[in-house]
């Protein structure tokens, strides 16, 4: 068989009906390229915190991830796709252009929306920042 | 056959080494997902005009653009890939949108730099405006 474009598949995903959007599109390209999935979490770690204690915020953050996580994998098992969940706390581009990196992404599949009000994914702001410095091509899912 | 989820492609080029490349993923996706191609090129009315008369500046530009359509239907043939060829005047994001909506396209795709000079198609300009406006998804390939 010759080598996929796509070998490796990375889905930044933050619960929203966006990124379950970005899951079942990914899955569908895995099937093609027969890739390797994986689902990433972003704690932002700027995230406000006026109205809880920081430590607190951030644990609650984690388990919302952690649970956006399981689901997304599961989504993903249901597409018959295994797929690999990581989670990472620190600015939400360059974690994701981090994760690109280590990952050896060829390509990063997002919504066109999201990643929510949490992580501040706004098109102008991260994927722009995404899409000049991803060292992959980018998917965004309408 | 399942309806594919990338019936139409879309693919604004531009000349560029970048949109040549985007090209060839085209291809790729539309040999893995049964999608009809089509190439679009812009002349960009808004282009400057200090040194040219109007008319002959557009009228350069569009044996030029003319050029590119025909290199990159030749490339798409290469792959194997039979594709339609589309010359548009205006601006370059609203004619990219007007046409995904007219070709009703699934995917855009478009090189990560580019398109060129020409059409000022950079990154936190044209393609953010794309990735807001547009109708479908984008894959910016690198």
Chains 1, 2 share one sequence.
Do not use: W
């Not at 569908?28 to 607190?56: C, F, G, H, W």
């Not at 997304?72 to 360059?94: C, F, P, Y």
């Not at 252009?97 to 929306?113: F, H, T, W, Y």
């Amino acid at each position: 068989m010759r080598k996929s474009l796509y070998m490796n598949i990375l889905v930044p995903i933050d619960g929203s009906k966006h990124s379950e959007k970005a899951i079942l599109h990914a899955c569908d390209m895995a099937k093609n390229y027969q890739s390797r999935l994986t689902l990433l979490y972003v704690v932002e770690k700027s995230a406000p915190i006026n109205l809880l204690d920081r430590k607190e915020y951030l644990k609650i953050l984690k388990k919302f991830g952690n649970n956006v996580l399981i689901k997304g994998k599961k989504l993903a098992t249901q597409q018959g796709i295994d797929s690999k969940i990581i989670m990472k706390e620190g600015n939400v581009a360059n974690e994701i252009v981090r994760m690109a990196k280590k990952e050896q992404s060829n390509l990063i599949i997002v919504g066109s929306k999201g990643l929510g009000a949490t992580a501040r994914f706004l098109l102008g702001s991260v994927s722009n920042k995404l899409a000049n410095n991803s060292p992959c091509s980018i998917l965004i899912v309408k």
